[in-house]
């Protein structure tokens, strides 16, 4: 795959390995700062197992976009980054709707332009 490609996708993996660590060990500190105004600060303790649990599907997605670059099979890499990045962007657009229009923005731009340039990786 291409050289923006080859730096593009990491680039996603890298910020979904963030939002797991926020969403999995500094919910209470960082997250409070970034969700500031979506939830009410008593809310946090509360829901702490529930970010957590968000985070480590982040960190699957992740796992996923890292582990292309370990598969032999240029046209199995391919697919599988397809797929991890489909997975972003879906969830970008379900957040977007969901939660807060910014989440397109922030995680769905970067998948987007990754997956355009998986997609250019092949002509």
Same mark, same amino acid.
């Given at each position: #795959? ?13 910020? !979904?390995?963030? *939002?797991?660590? *926020?969403? #999995? ?10 969700? /500031?105004?979506?939830? @009410? ?7 702490? %197992? ?5 985070? +480590?599907?982040? &960190?699957?997605?992740?796992?996923? +976009?890292?582990?292309?670059? !370990? ?14 990045? %489909? ?10 709707? /969901?939660?807060?229009? $910014?989440?397109?923005?922030?995680? &769905?731009? @970067? ?9 250019? $990786? /092949? +002509?």
């Amino acid at each position: #795959m291409n050289t923006i490609a080859s730096i593009l996708t990491p680039i996603v993996a890298i910020e !979904h390995l963030y *939002i797991l660590y *926020i969403e #999995m060990f500094a919910w209470e500190t960082i997250g409070k700062r970034i969700f /500031k105004g979506a939830l @009410p600060e008593n809310l946090f303790a509360q829901t702490r %197992g529930l970010a957590a649990n968000q985070g +480590l599907y982040n &960190g699957f997605l992740a796992a996923g +976009l890292l582990w292309t670059f !370990h598969i032999n099979d240029p046209q199995w890499a391919f697919n599988i980054r397809l797929f991890f990045l %489909g997975c972003v962007i879906v969830a970008a657009l379900y957040g977007a709707c /969901k939660s807060s229009k $910014s989440i397109l923005l922030k995680q &769905g731009l @970067p998948a987007i332009l990754a997956m355009i340039a998986v997609l250019f $990786s /092949k +002509l």
